[in-house]
């Protein structure tokens, strides 16, 4: 007997059901109760009251922003010329610029620690500028991969046709080449800013101390406040879907530009 | 006396690569003008437009608009506004915004800007499209708004790069139309590019023929199609038979196995090329033809039959209103002023060869040592034993044909007729002060001119030498 279409789909039901809903299930159960298990909403108001967490979310947000912005910044031109140097379709330059993915991340930042000493004397002297390197360093060929696919599917026609009707090289640009590599900049920019919230490994390891948002669900768990901690990340849990929407979050796209080459 | 709008002169394309694209380019447009380039791909005719447009920089030559040298100038600063070949819309943004980018760079008032979009929206057919995107038009939307775009910028001359090459046919016949109207409107000079010869005969004053980076004939369609300057563009424009011959008396010429009258005064021992139109060749009795020939093939084509007779090895292509019967003989006239001869650019010898099943190259039922993938750039024999080319499409060696050609220096004549690759009877010959120039008759009708140092007599029987290391190949499909 064949199986039918829904039988095959029941491993993957299963799958949903233990490792996605399931954990979120338990995950706002736990971040609407107590100790006790009763309800209540104290962990929410506790959170944006506390003035420690609240300072842990905006010191998290601004490594995020200035870690997106910097990647942005240093991948752009970086993405533009790999895609238009005519050496583009041996794809050999973009992979030196994924090849460091490959290695383990751990070592990746131990190294640049050790790099980060030697110039600085003590990273104890510019911790945010540290945490800063170690995520722009961990995270930049996740804002290069979605733009380059984008600028390279980009048709130069559309450029050419800019300059016939009148724009310059600059005019082209902001008008026509930027609008259109959008979905390559928020692809980017969503593989970035939420991930550099919460990776507070590379805080750990370049000796900064300050939380965030990743090492405040840590603190919490490990002093076993299982319903402090589910509030905060049900909260982060928000904001990420609140900026999916607002950057008009389209899986699909994501998925292809960046997933073509992860 | 019409006024010239755009000059070019002397321009040479060179690529980075080595590759030089056109060459030797030298034109004039006339205000006002619809002109066509015209060619197969990779002759060209765009690298021109986009030197006109530039997008390109000519590597020599000067371009003059009104006089004044462009030839360097960036695409913004030209008065000149093209058409894509895949419109090149911007997708981000509304129809109202496409047509109206180009009045925004010349920061031209809002309400002037939204009047003129109106009115070419109007002209285009396309009233009340303003707010739709790109995506939701059709690919004859597309290409009405992509002219739009283009047009409301008044330029002095539009450039449209192979703008109907998307559209399905009848769509294609309709824009031709609608764009030659537009013309007559709008009163801009058009130069237009495509290598469909029926879309740049029916639409433009004048045509530019152009094949590998050089221009072939300059001329109105009516002169392109019946006084055809060479092999090359009587090939290109309509369908034509093309034959080798030579002249063998004065206004006779011989070529496809008979002796022919014409109306070209061209010396004797000339090596000449002549075209026969299909519609131009009458269906006789045998012995009232000129020449006599076998029915190959009959194809009903709605106004006529297409009748394909061979003669020799040759083959004559013949439309007419009557049919005729396969494997019927059949004798052939064509009227003397019918018959368009040509001097031969030289006394280069071409013939075909085949490909066999081995895919080695057969002449005369000889097989030649060479090989096909020596002769095809990039192509490679499979493990299957099929034969694929540079874009590994597959090669179907009975749809191929390859066109050999040496110098008539480069063979030399025996009396061993088995030594040669073909043999014939000498048929003409001419002194040439140092050298002796033959022409000798296969029984296949063919013609092959040979020099040589030694006297022979007329009608000798002869074998051709022809060493395979002299031939040029050169593929067409």
Known sequence: MRLSRKALGIPYAIFLVLFVAAPLLVLVYFAFTNGKGQFTVANFTGFFTDPNTLGTLFYSLCIALVTTAVCLLIAYPTAYFLAKSRFHRNGVLIMIFVLPMWINFTLRITALKEILTLIEGNLAYFPFLNSVIGMVYDFLPFMILPLYNTILRLDDSLIEAAKDLGAND???FFKITLP????????GVAMVFLPSMTNYVVLDMLYNSTYIMGSLIGSYFSAYNWNGGSMIALILLAIICIFTILTGGDEEENRRMGGSLL | MAEKIIELKNIKKTYDNGFTAVTDFNLYVNKGEFITFLGPSGCGKTTTLRMIAGFELPTEGEILLNGKDIA????YERPINTVFQRYALFPHMNIYENIAFGLRQKKLPEETIRRKVKRVLELVDLEGFERRSVATLSGGQQQRIAIARAVVNEPQILLLDEPLGALDLKMRKEMQLELKSM????????IYVTHDQEEALTMSDTIVVMSEGRI??????EDIYNEPKNAFVADFIGDSNIFNGIMIGKLKARFAGGEWSCVDDIPEGT?????VRPEDVLLTNPEDGTIQGTVTSVIFKGIHYEITVEIGKSEMVIQSVHSAKVGEKVGMRVNSDNIHIMVAEDNTNYFTVDINSKFRLEFNGNVLDTSVTKILKGSKRLEDGTLVDANGDAIDPARTKIIASIQPQDMDMTDHIEDG????????LIYKGDHYSYVVHTEHGQDFVVDDEDLWNMDDHV??????EKMEFKVRR
């Open chain 2, 463 to 468: 074998g051709l030498i022809m060493p395979v």
């Open chain 2, 421 to 428: 690759l073909v043999d014939g009877y000498i048929k003409n």
């Open chain 2, 72 to 75: 360097n100038l960036p695409p």
């Open chain 2, 183 to 190: 013309h007559d409107r709008l009163g801009i000079t058009f």
């Open chain 2, 271 to 275: 090596h000449i090329t002549a075209v």
């Open chain 1, 180 to 187: 259109l590599s959008m979905p390559g900049i928020i692809s």
């Open chain 1, 170 to 172: 600059r005019s082209a």
């Open chain 2, 216 to 221: 072939q004939q300059i001329g109105r369609p």
